[in-house]
């Protein structure tokens, strides 16, 4: 009898386990099914693609008949966008330049901010945070506006600082870095200046290494939002050589289909590249935003 | 005496150089955000062009503006079903990875969207829910009928499936977070006086989640808005009506320079994320 209740135990652990597992599986196919159907389809050849898409190029009838490998595997479209198309170039590098310099400001900008709100105790600390957190909750749509009436005002729009500065100062990468130096003890910060160290020895010697992660965390979120950046340059750059990946990419006519393809592979291997180095990280900033301040 | 104002000039150049850490962040804070922010406010009661005092015409215009109400009415619409439809589904997920084995591996699958650009699967987008699309062929080879999923009512549902795609691991990450906050004595307490798994999770975990509930709601929230790139570079500027949000509608008030109602709308808009903020917070520790 007891033996019979304990197997039946373990059988219902053992389904429920492979149950889990069939249903977790589950749903991961629609999620990486479309990044599959852009890799799998970007080695298709010319005549391939437009066999396949043909019921929406000419607009007739019957559906799609999606095939995920292809007869004739080629590389030609890679080649085809890397040798034979000058514009893509400056788009890419659009893109780097705009990611890399919105970090860099980043660094420079939050990190002392950050230090500053978990460090000190001044006067208005902590109605300042407060407005940091609510400008931080704001969508880009309020702050449109706003920010076109001073870019005007510089001269600035239809270059890229139009879309570099204002994401220089965004709140929220201070908001991350903070919950990591806030988890420093306050003991320590003491028994440094006590030991005479200045305020800027104390930041650099003591709370950004203890705080790397926090700020490790910040930059991975930030390259996988502004390499995907869209609401500002779209609304500040009109000029279309001034463009990111993220807007050029969908211009290209569904007619040249595989070099949208290519460009779309190429745009995802940056992304995919910080995501597969920096995961760990990107957990602990997500985790971290949840934290209630 | 000579120490004392030593010490004091010390003193005062920390102070100094405590500033120093902020000044800069909170300079460029207030030049681009805040004080334009303030403007904007000052905006909403003038008109666009000759700049007078106009009350609150300016409002009273947008509440009358067909497509303002109607971009209101499907972001409200969008909220309403897909903010719960995500809750509920990456909380159902992160129990399941909780409690299971590989959950580091499991997470990294589910965050996997959040590395996508957008402009890298809209392609694939466009060939799923084009009429004679991917979908539909598979639908049609269930023996169901094809639904023209950009052209009519139904993109409603891709806007809600391009959220669900994107953020679910997100708020996973959240929801897994506050699943390791449940302290494990109340779960193994439970346990032991015979409470069966699910009564476990409704009595003991899920109310241990309430405060973090919170965030994740005011998060998932703010995530909502940037399903914008999803259905902007899809169906443009002007997509099917079900899918017109306030994004959308901001974004062609921008185009054409009707700063006036931008200003009036965004203050709206303001206030309601602020009040939202607030009653929810305020909600949620009544109830802790």
Not at chain 1, 211 to 220: K, N, P, R
Not at chain 2, 181 to 190: F, L, M, N, Q
């Amino acid at each position: 009898m007891r033996t019979k209740r304990f197997l039946w135990i373990v059988a219902r652990r053992v389904i429920r386990k492979i149950a889990d597992g069939i249903c977790l599986c589950g749903f991961a196919v629609p999620v990486f099914l479309p990044v599959v159907m852009v890799l799998c389809s970007s080695v298709k050849s010319e005549y391939e693609l437009s066999e396949l898409l043909s019921p929406i190029l000419s607009s007739g009838t019957g559906e799609i008949n999606w095939q995920f490998l292809s007869l004739y595997p080629t590389a030609g479209h890679f080649f085809q966008l890397l040798f034979g198309t000058p514009d893509f170039f400056t788009v890419f590098w659009n893109s780097l330049k705009i990611v890399s310099l919105i970090l860099l400001g980043q660094l420079v900008i939050a990190v002392p901010s950050a230090w500053a709100f978990a460090a000190f105790r001044f006067r208005g600390r902590g109605i300042l945070f407060l407005l940091y957190i609510m400008l931080m909750l704001l969508p880009f749509q309020v702050t449109m506006l706003p920010s076109y009436l001073v870019l005007n005002r510089l001269h600035m729009l239809d270059t890229h600082g139009a879309v570099i500065l204002p994401a220089i100062f965004s709140t929220f990468p201070v908001f991350l870095i903070y919950r990591s130096f806030a988890g420093i003890p306050g003991e320590l910060l003491e028994a440094a200046r006590i030991d005479g160290a200045g305020e800027w020895s104390i930041f650099t010697r003591i709370g950004v290494p203890l705080g790397s992660g926090g700020i490790l965390s910040a930059l991975v979120l930030g390259f996988l939002d502004y390499w995907n950046m869209m609401e500002q340059p779209l609304a500040f750059l009109q000029d279309k050589t001034l463009w990111p990946l993220s807007l050029y990419l969908p211009e290209i006519d569904i007619r040249q289909a595989g070099r949208a393809l290519a460009a779309s592979v190429i745009t995802l291997i940056p992304a995919a590249f910080i995501f597969a180095m920096g995961q760990e990280y990107l957990e602990e900033g997500i985790a971290a935003s949840g934290i209630k301040a | 005496m000579r120490a004392w104002k030593k010490s004091c000039r010390k003193y005062r150049f920390n102070c100094r150089s405590r500033v120093l850490f902020l000044l800069p962040g909170l300079i460029g804070v207030s030049v681009f955000v805040l004080l334009p922010f303030l403007d904007v406010g000052k905006r909403s009661f003038q008109t666009a062009i000759t700049g007078e005092f106009c009350g609150v015409d300016n409002y009273v215009t947008i509440f009358h503006n067909q497509a303002f109400l109607l971009a209101l009415g499907n972001t409200a619409r969008f909220v309403a079903v897909g903010l719960p439809l995500l809750l509920a589904l990456s909380l159902f997920l992160a129990c399941m990875i909780d409690r299971g084995i590989h959950a580091r591996w499991w997470k990294a699958v589910y965050l996997f969207p959040m590395a996508v650009p957008t402009a890298t699967v809209v392609l694939i987008w466009k060939l799923l829910f084009h009429q004679n699309g991917v979908l539909n062929g598979l639908i049609n080879r269930f023996g169901g009928t094809a639904v023209d999923w950009l052209g009519s009512d139904a993109s409603f549902w891709v806007l809600i499936f391009s959220y669900l795609w994107k953020n679910t691991g997100y708020t996973i990450v959240l929801w897994m977070a506050g699943l390791h906050s449940v302290p494990v004595e109340r779960k193994e307490a439970a346990r032991v006086d015979g409470a069966s798994e699910r009564q476990c999770f409704f009595y003991v975990v899920l109310p241990e989640l309430k405060p973090m509930l919170y965030t994740i709601t005011v998060l998932s929230f703010l995530n909502s808005f940037k399903v914008f790139r999803e259905a902007y570079l899809v169906a443009g500027a002007y997509p099917q009506q079900k899918m017109y949000l306030l994004q959308h509608l901001f974004n062609n008030w921008f185009t054409n320079l009707e700063m006036d109602k931008m200003a009036a709308a965004g203050v709206c808009i303001t206030v309601v994320f602020l009040v939202g903020v607030i009653v929810l917070q305020r909600l949620w520790d009544r109830k802790e």
